[in-house]
């Protein structure tokens, strides 16, 4: 629960009522009399405070989800003519939004004595995890974000203040649950494990600008763009390289600053080649399946890319952060549809750059200058009655 705590007076609230006499009495010409002004706000303050308790109280007994009022009718965009469609749900900015309140008297403390939100700088990669963590890179902050959705946890990825990171980017998840993210300036790739939050760097040697990483749930290697090599290397869990393929060109097997990778439900490798404006389908060997995509300003090209990922249906989920919009295409390229469009209100964007898909077609997408993430959902037609916030009490 989200308390917005705007309407109070911005002065912030001692959290007592003073009767001391340099508060609520003056002395005047050997006279001791009563200052009613700031008696008066010393027990509008009381009352306040006791308002407060009864309210957190209240909150206290239920659970910290990732909810909060909605508009009547949320935006929505047709996929196509079967019934199936983008809703938006919400937005994200702080840790408030994140679901998280903290224990009854931080919460307490934070009402009178003003709110410690943290918020997103400039919010780049996403990921949601089946234990319900919801992790956010953000380079401006040289932090990656991570809120536990079910417990109401929030919390920095080695410390607050640690400035461990410098640039974090991309981030991805292997079989046991552990984290993965790449660091375009150190060239790093590092490992958080939150069974023991334990943070350490995984590459041997370092990556000349590492950006978009994936896991490949077959082979459980992890699949790593070095966007300043124009080349996609695959490590172990252990660190070790395995394989690489491409470098830096505009032939079909090459690739013009990479920026993002993902892994559909057949195993394919979808690189996003930015500025070669397409998509490459490789074959987990780095064998070129397809491509698509053509450089334009319209609906259906490609301008300033920058975040890919694939649904439930291997539909592909392509963020331009020129057009401000996500384009939806089919498995074999199709443009199906798109949604959203510059601005700053639900649905709009200015510049959208991390993408992420659950198993549920919750989509999350970091709206970086907007400082954000936006949260939205495909629907198909049997799915009219269920729409709504993600359930993060359910595993994925």
């Not at 920095?156 to 292997?174: C, H, K, W, Y």
Request: aromatic share 8%.
């Amino acid at each position: 629960m989200k308390l917005d705590m705007r309407e109070l007076p911005a002065e912030p609230l001692s959290g007592r009522l003073s009767l001391d006499p340099a508060v609520c009495m003056f002395e005047r010409r050997g006279e001791i009399s009563v200052n009613y002004g700031a008696f008066t706000k010393a027990v509008a303050r009381a009352g306040l405070l006791i308002a407060a308790i009864a309210l957190l109280a209240a909150c206290s007994a239920g659970k910290a989800v990732l909810q909060e009022p909605s508009p009547v009718n949320n935006p929505e965009w047709p996929l196509d003519n079967t019934g199936e469609r983008i809703e938006w749900i919400r937005n994200i900015a702080d840790s408030h939004d994140l679901g998280s309140a903290g224990g009854f008297w931080r919460r307490l403390r934070e009402l009178v004595a003003g709110e410690d939100k943290h918020g997103l700088v400039t919010p780049y990669g996403v990921l949601v995890d089946k234990a319900g963590r919801l992790f956010v890179t953000d380079p401006g902050a040289h932090a990656v974000h991570c809120t536990d959705m079910v417990k109401g946890r929030y919390f920095v990825i080695g410390g607050e203040g640690s400035q461990l990171f410098r640039t974090p980017i991309g981030l991805a998840q292997d079989e046991r649950g552990r984290v993965y993210i790449t660091d375009s300036t150190l060239g790093m790739v590092f490992r958080y494990d939150p069974e023991d939050a334990s943070l350490k760097p995984l590459l041997a040697k370092r990556l000349g600008r590492p950006t978009g990483i994936a896991f490949h749930p077959q082979s459980r290697l992890l699949y790593v763009v070095d966007t300043l090599a124009g080349q996609v290397v695959a490590v172990d869990q252990g660190g070790v390289e395995r394989k690489r393929f491409g470098s830096q060109g505009e032939e079909p097997i090459q690739f013009n600053r990479p920026t993002d990778i993902t892994v559909n439900a057949r195993g394919e490798i979808l690189v996003l080649d930015a500025l070669n404006f397409r998509v490459s389908v490789l074959s987990p060997e780095g064998q070129l399946v397809r491509q698509f995509g053509e450089p334009g300003d319209a609906v259906g090209y490609f301008s300033r890319p920058k975040g890919i990922a694939v649904d439930s249906s291997n539909n592909i989920y392509v963020g331009d952060s020129q057009q401000d919009m996500i384009q939806v295409f089919d498995d074999d390229g199709a443009l199906i549809s798109t949604f959203g469009k510059n601005g700053v209100g639900r649905g709009r964007f200015w510049m959208p750059s991390g993408l992420f898909i659950d198993s549920r077609d919750y989509i999350y997408v970091t709206d970086t200058y907007n400082k954000r993430l936006q949260i939205f959902r495909h629907l198909t037609d049997r799915e009219n009655e269920t729409q709504g916030e993600p359930d993060f009490e359910k595993t994925q």
